[in-house]
């Protein structure tokens, strides 16, 4: 008998934080979700023990990533909310916003109107029509 986990499974760790999901051979793959011990939470797809394809990151103060990942890192469609003060809807390269997106920004009491722009290395270039 081997000791590798296959199928659906948690693991706790020794900081507090745990992984509840699928295993192949000790593998996180497929589906699951990470909990950290900081109150952080990824659940979405994973390949070879890393976020891979789609899924949704939270952090303790509300914001949130949900989108497309490749090998650990933010790339393709993605949202990222800060909550009550903006929200960027589109492209991602290598971590950082790059591409055409939506913006829109909390002002004032209310989210404003979305307004489409490009990005380049996560800084933004110029609005478009």
Do not use: C
């Amino acid at each position: 008998m081997d000791d590798l986990i296959h199928g659906n499974g948690r693991m706790f760790y020794s900081d507090g934080s745990y992984y509840d999901g699928q295993w192949a051979e000790r593998v996180k793959v497929g589906e699951g979700s990470f909990v950290y011990a900081d109150g952080r939470k990824y659940k979405g797809e994973w390949k070879q023990n890393v976020f891979n394809g789609f899924g949704r990151f939270e952090w303790p103060d509300n914001r949130y990533y949900e989108g497309n990942y490749d090998q650990g890192i933010k790339n393709g469609s993605g949202k990222f909310e800060i909550p009550d003060k903006v929200i960027y809807d589109g492209q991602w390269k290598d971590g950082v916003q790059n591409g055409k997106a939506t913006a829109t920004i909390f002002q004032d009491g209310k989210w404003g109107a979305a307004r489409k722009g490009n990005w380049a290395k996560g800084k933004f270039e110029k609005w478009v029509m």
